[in-house]
């Protein structure tokens, strides 16, 4: 039972702060105005891009809490997925 509730929290830790990056790049890119180098602004938003010489990059730069919250979803959904066939 331990773990099944550590699994569950570190799950949930991890949607919670996916979900917040990705809500945050949505709310943000209807008001960035730089030229994004890319196929979709929105990944641009949030992961960034090249910076070519003295330009400012119009971006978040969340692409490092985005995979650390999908690993911790990823890795408590192993928990969980454990547990459950363990039983």
Same mark, same amino acid.
């Given at each position: 039972?331990?773990?099944? @509730? *550590?699994?569950?929290?570190?799950?949930?830790?991890? @949607? *919670? *702060?996916?979900?917040?990056v990705i809500l945050a790049g949505a709310i943000y890119v209807p008001d960035s105005t730089?030229?994004?180098s890319g196929r979709s602004k929105?990944?641009?938003? *949030?992961l960034?891009?090249?910076q070519y010489g003295d330009d400012a990059v119009d971006s978040l730069? /969340?692409? @490092?809490?985005?995979i650390t919250g999908v690993l911790l979803a990823l890795v408590g @959904? /192993?928990? /969980?997925g454990r547990e459950y066939y363990r039983k």
């Open positions: 039972m331990k773990r099944v @509730l *550590i699994g569950g929290f570190v799950m949930m830790g991890g @949607l *919670i *702060i996916a979900a917040t730089s030229w994004w929105f990944w641009f938003a *949030i960034g891009g090249e730069f /969340l692409g @490092l809490p985005l @959904l /192993l928990i /969980l």
